[in-house]
């Protein structure tokens, strides 16, 4: 059997671009149509950006059915963020502002602006990123083959939380809305876990649960995926 | 959106040179300005925000300055060399590209220079004997540097005419974009090919000091190339990726 593509050398026609776009193309490509926020009938009235004690950001892939299981629980979904399944969080008595993002980098810079207004007003703001293994980068990588899970922080001084070292950066909203605070001088607590199991089960879930709580994040003590369909591969 | 440090409201750039780099093969531009910052120790002043960036965040990308946060566009200083180098840490997302061009153009068209650092395919290179440098400016650069642009010992710099440079991404453009407004601007890429390309990064640092030795002053001493300082950053361990682990085999 042939292996289509084995051996060719495959040179990308441009790294200036994360869409797919040709050089020679971008010059004739129409203004792009502004993202919004899809403010949900019940809060239809009320589009003006919520001051929160605590907003929390949490972005990965497949990301959405564990964000809104364990840390939407009392909370009024607001909108529906123009990022895949992303969506805004209320919790009122806990005054707790939850982003729960998708991982999709092509809008994340103008789902930033959107959730600008909403970074501002926050007293307070954590950044969770989850991002698997395989893109952590360390001279001593062998000594992390059997960890579920590395945690890690950007500038949170935080004693049990080991800080972020280059070559690894987050990117995404998290990284807008925490390099935004950052710059503003504002509160920020900004973390990324890679994790060897996404989307999470109930094992990779632990260490994220751990550290939501030790940052003070409501949340649930446990997290049960959604069951899927058998595999069909045995009888 | 522009971010500027220490409560500074605008950026002055006149008598300035602005040095920034193209996201192009081997990110040979990007590699290049990261030389650049590091071995100058410049100081970071500020960053800009666009929906065509990608927002990055981490941990600071220099030894220098330790405490800095590394974000997808980032402004450095040299107040002394009177010196800014822009540094791009993602790739632009192409819909977004037009305005944020001309927001990148209206910020820095106030200075003296703009010099934008390319790369192109090396297969695109038709005749193997020529220089692996091309060089494009405007009428307004080519007379403030007509003694080294004219002196073929100095700068062996093939000018490029075409109307596209292949694997430079945006570079033709945002060059086209300065020469409009009148800026004295270059643009300098070298023909090169995707793989190790901190090599190729320091050889476009060395080549725009043969230019700009006035404010670069890379050279150790009055020896050749041999003495020319270049510091790597700390961004660079595991430009390829973790060591292979030893259970593949």
Same mark, same amino acid.
């Given at each position: ?98 982003? &729960? ?133 045995? $009888? | $959106? ?50 065509? *960036? ?29 010196? *800014? ?47 692996? #440098? ?19 010992? *100095? ?9 596209? &440079? ?69 961004? #660079? ?6 060591? &292979? ?5």
């Amino acid at each position: 059997m042939s292996c289509p593509g084995f051996g060719e050398l495959n040179i990308p026609s441009s790294r200036a671009f994360w869409d797919d776009c040709e050089e020679d193309e971008f010059e004739n490509m129409k203004p792009a149509e502004k993202l919004q926020l899809k403010f949900d009938v019940e809060s239809a009235g009320d589009v003006a950006p919520v001051a929160s004690d605590l907003l929390v950001v949490i972005e990965g892939p497949h990301v959405t059915h564990f964000a809104t299981t364990v840390l939407a629980k009392d909370s009024k979904r607001l909108c529906s963020i123009p990022a895949k399944t992303s969506s805004l969080h209320w919790n009122a008595s806990s005054k707790q502002l939850l982003a &729960i993002l998708e991982d999709d980098l092509s809008s994340s810079g103008e789902v930033t602006e959107l959730l600008l207004p909403y970074a501002k007003l926050a007293k307070n703001v954590v950044t969770l990123t989850l991002k698997p293994k395989v893109e952590f980068k360390s001279e001593e990588i062998q000594f992390y083959s059997d960890h579920v899970a590395i945690v890690r922080g950007v500038g949170v001084n935080q004693k049990d939380i080991t800080e972020l070292e280059a070559p690894n950066f987050i990117a995404g909203v998290a990284a807008g809305i925490a390099s935004w605070r950052d710059q503003e001088e504002l509160p920020v607590s900004s973390f990324v876990i890679y994790t060897d199991k996404l989307p999470l089960d109930s094992t990779a879930a632990q260490p994220v649960l751990k550290l939501l709580k030790s940052v003070g994040v409501t949340c649930n003590s446990s997290y049960i995926p959604p069951r899927k369909e058998s595999s069909y591969l045995y $009888m | $959106m522009l971010f500027l440090k220490e409560k500074r409201s605008t950026l002055d750039l006149t008598e300035y040179t602005v040095i920034l780099p193209s996201i192009c093969v081997g990110n040979a531009a990007q590699l290049a300005c990261d030389l650049l910052i590091a071995s100058k120790k410049l100081r970071r002043i500020g960053s800009l925000t666009h929906p065509a *960036l990608i927002p990055v965040y981490g941990p600071s990308a220099y030894q220098h300055e330790p405490n800095e946060k590394v974000s997808s566009c980032e402004l450095y200083e040299g107040a002394e060399d009177k010196l *800014l180098v822009v540094q791009f840490r993602a790739p632009w997302i192409a819909r977004h590209t037009g305005s944020f061009q001309q927001e990148l153009v209206e910020l820095l068209k106030g200075a003296r220079r703009v010099v934008i650092l390319s790369g192109s395919f090396g297969f695109e290179r038709r005749v193997i004997e020529e220089s692996p #440098w091309a060089y494009r400016a405007s009428d307004n650069f080519k007379e403030i540097h007509a003694a080294q642009l004219g002196n073929a010992e *100095l700068i062996k710099w093939k000018e490029h005419t075409g109307e596209a &440079i292949y694997g430079g991404g945006n570079a033709l453009q945002l060059y086209k974009a300065f020469d409009e407004k009148n800026v004295a601007v270059m643009l300098l890429f070298r023909y090169l090919l995707e793989g190790d390309n901190s090599t190729d990064a320091s050889l476009i640092v060395k080549e725009l000091n043969e230019l700009c030795e006035d404010f670069l002053q890379l050279r150790s001493g009055s020896g050749g190339d041999s003495s020319f300082k270049l510091t790597v950053p700390k961004s #660079w361990n595991l430009l390829f990726g973790n060591d &292979i682990t030893e259970l593949l085999f």
